[in-house]
């Protein structure tokens, strides 16, 4: 079972076990254990009971017949709740530990009639969350705030830093918005300067997955704007259209697959259309305990090839390592470098470093 670290807001007030709770469980099936180990609390269907009713203050119950958070957690990381508690995820103590009272096997058959109460099979698992590259887009949809740094190894000291903000809708869709904004030193009378670049709109949409297999497909495109200074180097001149394909696949040990193939169309004809494909494999671990902070490192290949010049294709070779933050483990880091496998003017090795925050589950300070 791979482990990937994504955590809704539900884990903040989800799993509220009754204090009554038995040490020994002998149900066999998962709903003989829900109903009685969750139900006081979350309801017989799922729905969860009232605060009223439940007599904790400011303390709501999550609704396990909503897709929009069920769906997007992982087994794994409703695991970690039920067995070592709210605080191992940074969330209310009102979640207790229950790993000496439930079997791992009694946690999973629980997890297993708590998915039958999302009834919505369009939306993908939370399984298929895998953490994100520096380059390759992501088949699953989601929501988050990526703040990235390319810093350029060549003769002008060049850094670009890139706003983006996600946004799921739906089961199946996201909508994604770039700002870049670049500094560069010319050297001479032009010095440094900085300014904004070409403004970025993407959209996203989930075609298949698959638990069995471990597969899930999405198709994309982006489209690129020319709103920066093209003259200095800080935007492209045309606009961009770029559809993509993108491919997950979930890997024994806690290990992933993934792939993006896209065409890039200039608007202006002196712009050669490009094609382009990314692929990477990861694995991730834990320290500090199976629920601890989570380590992934990734190798990332890039081909590029123009279209209609029928050059070479251009490579690119890129380590790099994400590690969680916090305990909630929706802040999370990335860093590495993007190397080209040949010597050519502006085809320098780039050091690349993001911030991801996943706000869906929670607030940027909250978890830590």
């Known amino acids: 079972m791979i482990v990937i670290k994504r955590k809704s807001i539900f884990f903040q007030v989800a799993l509220v076990w009754c204090a009554g709770l038995s040490p020994v469980l002998t149900q066999e099936t998962g709903e003989e254990l829900y109903h009685t180990a969750c139900a006081a609390c979350h ?13 904790f203050l400011d303390l709501v119950v999550p609704d396990f017949t909503d897709c929009d958070f069920a769906a997007r957690e992982p087994d794994p ?146 489209l690129i704007v020319p709103s920066g200074d093209d003259a200095l180097g800080f935007g492209g001149g045309t606009y961009k259209f770029e559809p993509y394909f993108a491919y997950g696949k979930l890997l024994p040990a806690d290990s992933f697959f993934q792939m993006q193939a896209l065409l890039e169309f200039p608007s202006e004809s002196e ?33 590029s090839r123009d279209l209609g010049g029928g050059g070479d294709i251009a490579w690119d070779l890129v380590p790099q390592f994400q590690v969680t933050l916090n305990t909630r483990q929706h802040v999370m880091a990335n860093f590495g470098l993007r190397i080209p496998t040949e010597d050519e003017p502006g085809r320098e090795t780039q050091f690349v470093f993001y911030l991801l925050w996943d706000w869906f589950d929670g607030g940027v300070l909250e978890g830590w």
Not at 106 to 126: E, F, K, N, S, Y
């Open 43 to 55: 309801g017989g269907d799922g729905s969860g009971n009232s605060v009223s009713q439940l007599g």
């Open 77 to 222: 990381d409703w695991y970690a709740v039920i067995h070592a508690g709210g605080p191992v995820r940074g969330f209310d103590q009102m979640m207790p530990s229950f790993g000496d009272a439930l079997e791992p096997d009694q946690i999973q058959a629980i997890l297993d009639h708590v998915r039958t109460q999302c009834t919505d099979d369009r939306w993908p698992r939370g399984e298929f969350n895998l953490p994100r590259a520096l380059f390759t887009e992501k088949a699953y949809p989601e929501d988050e705030v990526v703040l990235t740094t390319w810093l350029d190894g060549g003769e002008q000291n060049t850094f670009i830093h890139e706003f983006l903000w996600e946004y799921r809708f739906g089961a199946q869709n996201q909508i994604e918005i770039a700002m870049p904004f670049q500094v560069t030193d010319f050297g001479g009378e032009q010095g440094r300067q900085g300014g904004t670049g070409d403004l970025e709109i993407g959209l996203k949409r989930n075609l298949s997955y698959n638990m069995d297999t471990g597969n899930i497909y999405s198709v994309g495109a982006e």
């Open 271 to 303: 712009f050669e259309d490009e094609a382009q494909l990314r692929a990477l494999l990861g694995r991730t671990w834990t320290t500090g305990g199976p629920f601890g902070r989570a380590w992934t490192p990734m190798f990332e290949v890039i081909a």
